[in-house]
């Protein structure tokens, strides 16, 4: 009988990476999130400098390229729960190494269209949504419950480190290749990811199967009842949410802003998603000791208030144009330590306030809602600018980003420095 690869829980002392399969799990998020910046980069400069696609075509490349979360996200979480977690993130890396990989074919071939790229968004989105819910599901299995916020912390690292480097190298090598040969590299990342995912043995992460007495109805039911009764869960809910509707405006119309109308080089737009990873980086070290020094609660409200003021930089660009590139700058280097900065602070706290077996249910209908924000955030900017111009919808993003700070300041959770016992579950 194989031992849990797991560390005792008891053992603040040991790092998570200790834990074999962690490790691996640590190591297969690194080539995806290596595939997701280089395909981010490579996304935009394809569809707007090669296949010269119009703005609100840009917004529902975006759109699709979030819908995963709108249309299979709630029964997802329910399969999951009911399924291994381990063959759900394998199959959804295949999925997305075919998806990528069909477009440098369609670009060899000379047949790659707009519609190719939407079809391969929306099928990413899709892939992404089972794998986001089935690693969000599995880690309490990896890890200890109280040592998931580590583990995330570590993964959160990981992530903005290799956001430091691969925009920039990406927009190197654009200079000399075609955009859609990068795809080439984040297929092979893929497949390493999936090689390393197959090496993980979840402890307990076994098929629960369907419950007779249960419909499928009742169980997503009861994952939404979880999400919004519990009173840190509904607050987190209704923050990203409204900050995702922001973020999707001004993600969707950043690159056309900065490709077309400015007429920034590849490389530029690399360096400038350098400079936001490398301040994300940054906050990254930063923010874990700020959360255990002064809470988690305190330093999530924090980060949040930084957001809005970060991205008023990237209007002002817009009105400012001879001054657009420092601004554009100072936008990504604010918005990097704002988003890893609450995205650390509030590491691990879901999952100390949501039993295990609502785990996957709950993660999914709260992706639902906040993944959801972003693509109906990407199609208002695409309206916005269609209808008046990229600057209006840049001025919406950053409005729309402001709504959360306010819930938060009237929430009574501003009144705790950190999570109150009585919230957490313990089994």
Not at 5 to 12: P, T
Request: a positive charge.
């Amino acid at each position: 009988m194989t031992l849990p690869s797991v560390i005792d829980a008891d053992d603040d002392a040991t790092e998570v990476l200790k834990v074999p399969d962690f490790r691996r799990l640590w190591a297969a998020n690194g080539f995806r999130y290596a595939a997701s910046e280089v395909a981010g980069f490579a996304l935009p400069v394809t569809a707007l400098l090669l296949l010269h696609a119009r703005p609100l075509m840009m917004s529902l490349i975006f759109v699709c390229s979030r819908a995963g979360f709108l249309t299979v996200g709630l029964p997802a979480g329910v399969w999951i729960d009911r399924w291994r977690k381990k063959p759900v993130m394998v199959w959804a890396d295949v999925a997305y190494a075919v998806a990528f990989g069909s477009i440098p074919v369609a670009y060899f071939l000379d047949v790659l269209t707009v519609a190719q790229l939407i079809v391969v968004a929306l099928v990413v989105s899709m892939a992404g949504v089972f794998f986001e819910v089935a690693h969000s599901s599995v880690l309490p299995y990896v890890l200890p419950r109280r040592r998931v916020a580590d583990g995330n912390a570590r993964l959160q690292t990981s992530q903005t480190t290799i956001q430091a480097i691969s925009p920039s190298v990406a927009g190197v090598v654009a200079q000399s290749i075609a955009a859609p040969v990068l795809y080439c590299f984040v297929g092979l990342c893929h497949l390493m990811s999936l090689l390393l995912v197959r090496r993980i043995h979840p402890s307990g992460d076994v098929a629960r199967g369907r419950a007779p007495e249960r419909k499928f109805r009742r169980e997503i039911a009861d994952g939404m009842g979880v999400l919004f009764k519990q009173p840190l869960l509904r607050l987190l809910l209704n923050q990203a949410a409204m900050n995702n509707i922001g973020a999707g405006i001004i993600l969707a119309m950043l690159p056309v802003f900065l490709l077309k109308e400015i007429g920034i080089s590849t490389w530029m737009f690399g360096l400038l998603s350098t400079l936001g990873a490398l301040a994300g980086f940054a906050a990254s070290l930063l923010a874990p000791r700020l959360r255990r020094r002064f809470g988690e609660i305190r330093m999530t409200l924090i980060f949040s208030a930084l957001a809005p003021f970060a991205v008023v930089a990237a209007p002002l660009a817009g009105v400012f144009r001879g001054a657009a590139v420092p601004l554009i700058a100072l936008a990504e280097v604010l918005i990097g330590v704002a988003i890893v900065g609450r995205s650390v602070s509030t590491a691990g706290l879901r999952a100390r306030v949501t039993p295990n077996e609502y785990m996957g249910r709950v993660t999914a209908a709260y992706s639902v809602v906040v993944q959801g924000a972003t693509p109906l955030g990407a199609l208002a900017g695409g309206l916005i600018a269609n209808h008046w111009s990229t600057g209006t919808a840049l001025w919406a993003g950053a409005v729309a980003m402001g709504v959360p700070l306010v819930l938060l300041l009237l929430s009574p959770i501003r009144r705790h420095s950190r999570l109150p016992e009585e919230w957490e579950v313990r089994g």
